[in-house]
């Protein structure tokens, strides 16, 4: 093992204790807004705080399970980025209240994930005598790794949505559609409607209910426009995790992202 990359892990293990600071404020804030989420009998959200809890656990055990060292600040951006999607996102509805929150989380995420998958890859290649990956290749799989995760993760929203009947694929309003389902002679010819000013939808109850300004879109934009900035993330880190491997030293701030074996 180079020099570098013992100094790095020295790095690591001095510095990871600041994570702990985040992570005990952000923890006491969960365990706050879970006794207000009680109170208020909202149960679901309690479920939101006690999946929070969890999901804090999930790098104590990575590291401790796959003698995995993970820098100060990825752990902090990762209990961060929880606390993000489920104490601010879904129960504070910052999704809904704040523009593009969705789309910088999704953005983190493949930047994070694209860094998981680097390091998996750049710890075999470092710690076997065997494999010679070209940098190319490491920051290939890393960038697949980070797309097949957002993938899932929409697999994930979909089903929620079609089973459990959430909205987790945000709708949206949109003004124009085109549509083969409108071709009134069955040809695969798109109908385009334009200018959509309103949307009545009939129930077999007799409700009727009124969309204004246009024609709800049911999750399709939302899924790829996830997908969209995933790649944006995953291209950002893959840029730097080439650099990195090319040259260690003069690009060293990418261990920041990026995970090192334990060897204890």
């Not at 020295?10 to 404020?25: A, F, G, H, M, R």
Request: some cysteine.
């Amino acid at each position: 093992m180079g020099k570098f990359a013992k100094k790095m892990k020295k790095k690591y293990n001095e510095t990871n204790k600041k994570s702990i600071v985040v992570y005990l404020i952000l923890r006491l804030l969960v365990v706050i807004s879970m006794i207000f989420q009680v109170l208020m009998g909202n149960f679901e959200n309690v479920f939101m705080c006690v999946l929070s809890l969890l999901l804090f656990t999930i790098p104590t055990i990575i590291s401790e399970k796959f003698k995995i060292g993970l820098p100060s600040l990825l752990e902090a951006i990762i209990y961060i980025f929880i606390f993000s999607t489920t104490i601010l996102g879904e129960i504070n509805n910052f999704y809904g209240v704040i523009p593009f929150w969705d789309t910088m989380l999704h953005t983190i995420n493949g930047f994070l994930c694209a860094g998981i998958g680097f390091s998996l890859v750049d710890l075999l290649n470092q710690n076997s005598k065997q494999i010679n990956l070209s940098p190319i290749y490491v920051v290939v799989v890393a960038f697949c790794f980070s797309m097949t995760i957002g993938i899932l993760w929409e697999f994930y929203e979909f089903t929620a949505d079609y089973v459990f009947r959430t909205d987790m694929q945000k709708d949206r309003i949109i003004q124009n559609i085109s549509t083969v389902e409108l071709n009134p002679y069955g040809k695969n010819i798109p109908i385009k409607i334009n200018n959509i000013e309103k949307t009545q939808i009939y129930s077999k109850d007799g409700k009727i209910t009124t969309i204004e300004n246009g024609y709800l879109d049911i999750g399709i934009i939302d899924t790829m426009k996830d997908l969209f900035v995933n790649f944006i993330g995953a291209v950002v880190f893959s840029v730097i995790g080439y650099l990195y491997v090319k040259n260690r030293e003069k690009y060293k701030f990418a261990a920041n992202f990026i995970p090192v074996k334990n060897n204890y």
